[in-house]
């Protein structure tokens, strides 16, 4: 979850709740402030600031600070002309939806370039390529997109398992030397909790593929692939920007995967 979302979300005091508000006018020019200068422009006193800065998850304000100036910067690039959300109003007509779709579809799939790293694309390849048995869990609309990446990479030879019915049971599938590809955009992993630590228990590595900004899923993997991040969790028309941005990232993977024996796939498709 980004920073923005939890302070807007999480349960503040009124001291803390001050210093929300300021964070979320000031964004980028929080920069030039320091804890002491803050505090003054709210009334608040520098403790309120750092147990803010705790009840977040950091272990002081400047943490909080850098962190919260990179998401910012994040934020304000890309999607300038279109709201992730609420696309379209109902005042469009269906040309004007059909066009404000279309710009959101672009600006996911650049959002999502610019999220792209090289080391992240070579550590997730070589994870997978090094593993016994690769597994594949997806939540909501990422487990139906898990099975179309599922069906392309088998054309390359390589079998991924799609794990659906998340139980105990499956504690007996996962073996050492295995890895397991997880995409969740919100990043949850209470409802797999178990799975988890019995993976870490195997040397299972874990493969994420999630949202940008501290959340469970991202702490506990290996190698992080982050997704386009403009989303409300709840309020919105569609996910139609994570959605793009799912199939985007396991694109790039059967694609990079595809290049490691380009002409003998090539060959086969002849």
Not at 37 to 50: D, L
Not at 56 to 71: A, P, R
Not at 73 to 79: D, R
Request: charged share 25%; proline share 0%.
């Amino acid at each position: 979850m980004l920073i923005e979302q939890k302070l807007q979300q999480i349960k503040l005091s009124s001291g803390q709740e001050a210093v929300a508000q300021f964070l979320l006018e000031k964004r980028c020019r929080i920069a030039k402030y320091t804890v002491k200068e803050i505090a003054k422009e709210t009334y608040t006193s520098n403790g309120t600031i750092v147990r803010l800065a705790k009840k977040l998850g950091y272990d002081g304000f400047e943490s909080l600070k850098e962190d919260y100036l990179k998401e910012v910067k994040y934020l304000n690039t890309h999607f300038v002309n279109v709201d992730a959300n609420y696309p379209f109003n109902s005042s469009d007509n269906n040309t004007q939806i059909a066009n404000k779709i279309g710009r959101l579809y672009d600006e996911s799939i650049q959002d999502t370039l610019s999220l792209v790293h090289h080391d992240s694309l070579r550590d997730t390849l070589k994870i997978m390529k090094e593993a016994k048995q690769i597994h594949f869990i997806g939540f909501n609309k990422c487990a139906f997109l898990g099975k179309i990446f599922q069906i392309d990479m088998y054309q390359l030879g390589i079998n991924i398992n799609i794990l659906e019915n998340i139980n105990s049971v499956i504690l007996n599938i996962l073996q050492s030397g295995d890895c397991i590809i997880i995409a969740d955009y919100i990043g949850n992993i209470d409802k797999i909790s178990f799975l988890i630590e019995d993976a870490k228990k195997k040397n299972i590595k874990i493969i994420a593929i999630t949202s940008i900004g501290e959340n469970s899923l991202s702490l506990v993997s290996n190698v992080t692939l982050y997704l386009s991040t403009r989303e409300n969790t709840n309020d919105k028309i569609k996910s139609y920007s994570s959605e793009i941005s799912v199939k985007l990232i396991l694109d790039i993977i059967y694609s990079c995967f595809y290049s490691l024996d380009y002409e003998k796939y090539v060959k086969t498709n002849e």
